[in-house]
């Protein structure tokens, strides 16, 4: 409750306390002096202050109280305000601060009634009772608060755990997707370019003897490139549309495996590249992300060849099964990545992160007798059928 109302709210509580306090004065069959109503009704105003300071208020209420009731005023008009500064310091303090402010309330109330009477035992006894009953309320709602507070403390804290892992894995898919779209992207168009300059050196070199064959073979490598690039981006989008299945892996439409490697084989011959092909499947089936992971390392290799070492380039491809792992290895006789002045590109860093992404790890760079080497080594999650029991 902010400050403004909780003063307001504070003022209405002492005028009504003071108001009920009037009424049981007035008929209560005794009705004060002039000095018992100055004394209630500076107790009744110093409620004001209940939850600013609320010990400070019962100890200013006590010497008042213990006043009025000393003139042998009608006891029993003092009770509203009485009973909501001890409920106050109660329900605001610990338990400990409670204690002790009851033991001195009640303290100068024996004080006060032995010494108006003699034979105040009963009444000692019902006014003793009232205070333990009010500081235990107190408390008791207290603990009712706390408890209230926790309970929603840990449903913010569970409602953040919540947004945080759905940002997460927000995160985790775009940037799979973000891979996924540079390694299609990137691959295709290589080829593309590799293959159109192949047509146009063609074109170009000897119009004369102009070979409509070889020319119309380039035409329909660069036809089947953009087919397959389509299929993969159907593929990859789909995944887009289907945001209730963030972090699948098994969108509509197939996942690239091993079995499609000789597709990627095929399309960088075609851009003049010589590639030996050599794959040793492991034993049972591997898990589809494994798989994927293999195939999108391969593709990103074979497109820096391509990229960087140009037509003529050779290529080695090997996957194997080693010690429990899957090992993806791509040597080729180029320069590999090099500082052409262009912008850095994504694909080792993409690489590294889809083998990170299955729990294995990839190395790349120059090869000592020349040439680039790119080798992963993916542990081989087996993906076992289902047996019906």
């Given amino acids: ?191 593309i370019g590799v293959q159109t300059s192949v047509a146009s050196h063609i074109l170009t070199v000897d119009p004369d003897r102009l070979d409509r064959k070889a020319v119309a073979a380039s035409l329909d490598d660069i036809a089947g490139t953009c087919r397959e690039a389509r299929a993969e981006l159907r593929t990859t989008l789909q995944v887009l549309r289907d945001t209730g299945h963030a972090g699948r892996d098994d969108a509509d439409g197939p996942v690239p495996d091993l079995a499609a490697l000789p597709g990627l084989v095929r399309a960088a011959e075609a851009a003049g590249a010589h590639v030996d092909l050599r794959v040793h499947q492991p034993e049972g089936r591997l898990a589809p992300a494994t798989g994927a992971a293999a195939y999108r390392i391969v593709q990103e290799s074979l497109t820096n060849a391509v990229r960087h070492a140009g037509t003529g380039v050779r290529v080695g491809v090997v996957v194997e099964p080693a010690a429990g792992a899957l090992r993806v290895t791509v040597t080729d006789d180029g320069t590999g990545p090099v500082d052409d002045g262009s912008a850095p590109g994504f694909g080792i860093v993409g690489m590294r992160e889809r083998a990170r992404s299955t729990g294995g790890t990839l190395d790349a760079g120059p090869r000592p007798g020349g040439g680039f080497e790119v080798s992963a080594l993916l542990p081989v999650q087996k993906h076992e059928p289902e047996t019906l029991s």
Avoid: K
Avoid at 104 to 124: D, F, N, Q, R, Y
């Fill in 1 to 191: 409750m902010h400050a403004p109302h909780r003063t307001r709210t504070d003022a209405l509580v002492a005028v009504g306390a003071g108001a009920l306090s009037a009424a049981l004065a007035l008929f209560g069959g005794r009705p004060p002096d002039a000095l018992g109503w100055l004394l209630l009704a500076a107790s009744a105003v110093a409620l004001g202050w209940r939850r600013r300071a609320p010990v400070l208020v019962v100890a200013a209420m006590v010497p008042l109280l213990a006043l009025y009731h000393g003139l042998d005023n009608d006891h029993t008009a003092t009770m509203p305000q009485t009973w909501i500064a001890l409920y106050t310091v109660a329900v605001t303090g610990r338990p400990l601060r409670t204690l002790l402010t009851g033991i001195a309330v009640m303290a100068a109330m024996m004080t006060v009634v032995l010494g108006i009477s003699t034979h105040g035992g009963l009444e000692l006894l019902r006014i003793s009772g009232w205070i333990v009953a009010v500081l235990f309320c107190g408390v008791d709602v207290r603990i009712y608060r706390q408890y209230v507070a926790s309970v929603l403390e840990r449903a913010e804290r569970a409602e953040r755990t919540r947004e945080e892992e759905a940002r997460r894995r927000v995160a985790e898919e775009r940037l799979r997707i973000a891979r996924d779209l540079h390694d299609l992207l990137a691959h295709s168009i290589t080829l």
